[in-house]
């Protein structure tokens, strides 16, 4: 399974973002997809997840109501929304797709692309 973001860049405080994520493979195994975000001098963490079936979103805190899919499952390709946009959302945004496999789970992940939020 191999999975490639775009729509990252320059934008303004207060600006909106798409970013999109192709998956290509191993497609019809993926259980849910999600973003992830890395910000400089920080771990890696959760941005948005959604399932596959059923459609259930999961969002960090710090996103609600701001960040949304645009679509209502975790197809490919995959889109978030990322409106009001503000410096610490500044990071570098990766594109996870989780499969369920006894005994556990296969998390695929994307390279990244870069959204630096500045003025």
């Known amino acids: 399974l191999q999975l490639l973001e775009s729509g990252g860049g320059l934008v303004h405080p207060g600006g909106s973002l798409k970013l999109s994520c192709a998956a290509s493979?191993?497609?019809?195994?993926?259980?849910?997809m999600g973003w992830y975000r890395q910000a400089p001098g920080k771990q890696r963490e959760l941005v948005a997840v959604?399932?596959?079936?059923?459609?259930?979103?999961n969002y960090a805190e710090s996103v609600k109501g701001r960040f949304t899919f645009p679509r209502d499952n975790a197809k490919t390709p995959m889109y978030m929304q990322l409106n009001s946009l503000n410096t610490e959302d500044t990071a570098v945004y990766y594109c996870?797709?989780?499969?369920?496999?006894?005994?556990?789970?296969?998390?695929?992940w994307g390279k990244g692309t870069l959204v630096p939020v500045s003025s």
């Open positions: 959604i399932t596959s079936v059923g459609g259930r979103e």
């Open positions: 493979g191993r497609t019809f195994s993926i259980n849910a």
């Open positions: 996870n797709a989780r499969i369920y496999s006894d005994p556990g789970v296969m998390d695929y």
